[in-house]
């Protein structure tokens, strides 16, 4: 009898065929119970599952086809491992001390390999250049001379061809970075806008998966010359179409790098662009209009439950009561918040005075370094701890440290100073 197949059955066994598996293993003295995985959209990171450990190991389920970068977070420590998928099984263990990540062996051939590939063009690229020049001084019949000829021919071809069939992101990667992004790149093959258009256009799904995305987009910008801005970014959107996914991608991708760069005109203009599209918004393009409506002028800021509030009783940033609030989101390890903080802390009793509170996010991820920091600043402070991983990162939409809002009594965005002389200028305190 000749057997029927449902679609669902078949989608089914699609989907199980489709299906890897990540699994990671640490040492017995690593103390971290949760993990989060991660997989990757241009440059935003896209929780996946959350897991917990089982006899320190953890294993991901994923469900269909995917093939770029992944992640895995480990909250409890702030530990970040980066790999990649082939649509095959992951695996790898971490070598820990003291609750840190020492080294990771990959464990699967496809992470091996990448990782192989990775520090050989690393040493291709920061090396090879000055054995190259070092080679002038020494004959090649010399000990010496034939040690560094060796060498140089070794990291020469220390990025062997891979088999795409075999290894298609991989080779996908690697073919590309070399292409676009790579330092060492011939002056004569310097690739142009219509290439690089080209490649944008034409790529398959592994852009939006493998880094490669934001960086090619900065490389596109560069050739183009400050006084060109518009002109190229018109000429990639008209060609990508910017109501198709890639397009809306790309056009997420450019608003968040002229936000980075602080080139407010263009952000307006291709935000505007964004928001007024007709076409149905595809994920990646509806989180940036999100994070950019939670901070225009005249929004109302986001509450934000308090983790571990310091010089507050309040349990979030609403309960916090003021005329005006100055939030700043900083970092211990950002060199311009070392010099503006100070100047917001001799100025501190005259905005109290005024009724107007001061409230700090931090972006650190070392606890002494923060609670050090903090013991200076009478203000409230909360930190998550996780540095960039930290959830105000896109709820709040923050490129930088220090980035400034003052708010009203009502929790309004009424200003966005640049620099904490803005601020001070603001309240007429400078």
Known sequence: MKKIYTLSAVLAAFALQAQFTVTIQTSADFKDQDAILYTLNGSKDIIVTKEQSKNNTWTFKYPSSYMGMMKVYFPGSNNTLSFISENKNVNFKLDTQNNKVKDVI????????????????????????????????????????????????????????IDAAQHPFIAYYNTNHSKFLSTSQDPAKKIDQEEIINFLDKSNDMLETSSLLKPVLVSYLNTGGNTNVTASVDKLLDRLKVETPRGQTVLSELIDIFDIYEMEEYKSKYLSLAKNLKCTINDRLASTLKSNANTEIGAAFPNYKFQSPVNTTAKSLYDVKADKKIVVFWSSTCSHCESELPKLLEKYNDLKSKNIQVVGFSLDVDKNSYTKKIAAFPWVNDSELRGWNSSYTDLYNIHATPTYFILDANNKIINKPDHVGDVLEYFKLK
């Open 106 to 161: 990959y464990l699967d051939e496809a992470n091996s390999l990448m990782s192989k590939q990775q520090e050989g063009s690393q040493k291709k690229e920061l090396i090879l250049p000055a054995l190259a020049q070092i080679k002038e001084y020494y004959k090649d019949n010399t000990d010496f001379g034939k040690a560094l000829k060796a060498e140089i021919d070794r990291l020469s071809g220390a990025s062997s061809s």
